[in-house]
């Protein structure tokens, strides 16, 4: 079964410090995956995703992720991080076996960062 | 442009009751998705819908159900509240099933 996991509950990170946070994956099959930001009160928004191509994504905000085949992994970084940055973060995998388009998302990950 | 829509932002019932739930995609989007995101989780999907059909369903009760009209906007019903329904609902639009998903802002369902 397609599964993400994310191993942290909170991340917290300095104002201007680069920050990751992480995601492992498991599928069967090539890997759809995504990453989705959840400000309070608000709707999950789409910053990046991963079907083919080069391990590293660019996104929405600054936002990269680096896909990482061997060690099924798909974290989430960013050079420098902001205040504004602080929220919630969602990885996710398509349920590409169902033709659904149905997304399969991990625990989510708090992102906090301090001034 | 509008994004997707959803109504009503906050919902209050008792228990045994019904709720229906509405979500307007972004126009030109033919694909609605229904998720349920309990507090300190990540959404879990209840149904897609894809051109007024039914393409998928989740690990959900015959108490979820769902449709999409003809202008592509939807509606989930939800029959029999229980307390474990208590939940943000969220409506995600896409252009086909398979891109990427827009999220509506969500309503929250509160059940005693």
């Known amino acids: 079964a397609q599964s993400v996991a994310q191993p942290e509950d909170q991340v917290n990170v300095a104002e201007g410090n680069p920050l990751t946070v992480k995601c492992t994956y498991s599928?069967?099959?090539?890997?759809?995956l995504f990453w989705y930001v959840q400000y309070p009160n608000r709707g999950l928004q789409f910053l990046l995703k991963?079907?083919?191509?080069?391990?590293l994504v660019k996104g929405s905000y600054g936002f990269e992720a680096e896909f990482n085949k061997s060690q099924t992994s798909f974290h989430l970084k960013k050079p420098s991080a902001l205040v504004s940055d602080s929220a919630l973060y969602f990885c996710?995998?398509?349920?590409?076996?169902?033709?659904?388009?149905?997304?399969?998302f991990g625990q989510g990950t708090t992102l906090q960062v301090k001034p | 442009d509008a994004g997707v829509t959803q109504s009503p932002t906050h919902l209050i019932k008792t228990r045994g009751q019904q709720v229906t739930l509405r979500c307007s995609p972004i126009s030109g989007h033919k694909s609605v998705s229904w998720y349920q995101q309990v507090l300190g989780q990540g959404p879990q999907f209840i149904f897609q819908?894809?051109?007024?059909?039914?393409?998928g369903r989740g690990n959900f009760p015959d108490r979820f159900s769902a449709r999409q009209f003809p202008n592509y906007s939807s509606e989930l019903n939800v029959n029999a509240l229980l307390l474990g329904d208590s939940a943000l609902y969220l409506c995600a639009s896409s252009w086909d099933p398979n891109e990427k998903l827009f999220f509506g802002s969500g309503t929250q369902l509160s059940v005693l």
């Open positions: 599928v069967s099959g090539n890997p759809y």
């Open positions: 991963y079907i083919t191509g080069d391990n």
């Open positions: 819908y894809y051109e007024k059909e039914e393409r």
């Open positions: 996710a995998v398509r349920d590409i076996p169902s033709n659904t388009g149905k997304l399969i």
